[in-house]
């Protein structure tokens, strides 16, 4: 069983569409992230979500909206997608800390916009 | 403010030692993690340190020191699966995770 699944994969789309990316994890974790990696590999926060409470919100456009509808799920929706929306979005999630496990990270969702 | 530094790229030979470095100033410094990421594949966690000292895995190693804001990972006995990117993370009690831009180490026959 994967622990964060993400989908899709790989995501092609135009300009001005709108899509979603879905985010499962079965680890029984509290706490939800979405990254965004760029073509310099940079990994950066956009979102997290706590029990279905958002409780970090980046710099992002307006045009990202997440939605948690439990603490297993945590959804990406983007409006009006621009060329520079074009990335790897990677889900994660987290428990305690204490123990230094981290995060885990799904696969990750490539979306380019064309 | 935050900000993670390690070298873009470093190149190794099968079988030999190396360190990869990384300086961070972090605000409300929580911790320091390494994870690995192949291409095209999430990232997955190799060690976290939070307090000084070294922390060893098999093959891998990660050191810390809080006053000097420094921290390396060292890989031993290099194997050609090692190729990779080697992210470091700061963790802050903000509950957020920041990355540096990563390490890519290509390992050599």
């Known amino acids: 069983d994967t622990a964060v699944s993400q989908t899709p994969k790989y995501l092609v789309t135009q300009m001005g569409n709108d899509k979603s990316i879905k985010c499962e994890q079965n680890l029984g974790h509290d706490t939800m992230y979405w990254y965004k990696q760029d073509s310099k590999k940079f990994l950066k926060i956009m979102f997290s979500y706590n029990n279905k409470e958002l409780i970090i919100n980046e710099t992002v456009p307006n045009r990202f909206s997440p939605k948690s509808p439990d603490k297993a799920h945590l959804n990406l929706h983007i409006n009006s997608l621009e060329l520079g929306d074009s990335a790897v979005y990677f889900c994660?999630?987290?428990?305690?800390?204490?123990?230094?496990?981290?995060?885990?990270f799904g696969s990750g969702t490539r979306l380019t916009v064309v | 403010g935050q900000n993670i530094d390690q070298p873009t790229e470093m190149t190794a030979t099968e079988g030999a030692i190396v360190q990869i470095n990384c300086t961070y100033q972090t605000s409300g410094f929580n911790g320091l993690f390494w994870y690995q990421q192949h291409a095209g594949e999430a990232p997955t966690f190799l060690s976290y340190n939070v307090l000084d000292g070294l922390e060893e895995k098999g093959r891998f190693s990660s050191f810390l020191s809080r006053s000097k804001g420094y921290s390396y990972l060292l890989l031993k006995e290099l194997q050609m699966k090692d190729s990779a990117s080697y992210l470091c993370?700061?963790?802050?009690?903000?509950?957020?995770?920041?990355f540096g831009q990563g390490t890519e180490l290509s390992v050599k026959p």
């Open positions: 994660a999630s987290s428990q305690d800390l204490g123990e230094g496990y981290g995060y885990t």
């Open positions: 993370a700061g963790y802050n009690q903000g509950g957020k995770l920041i």
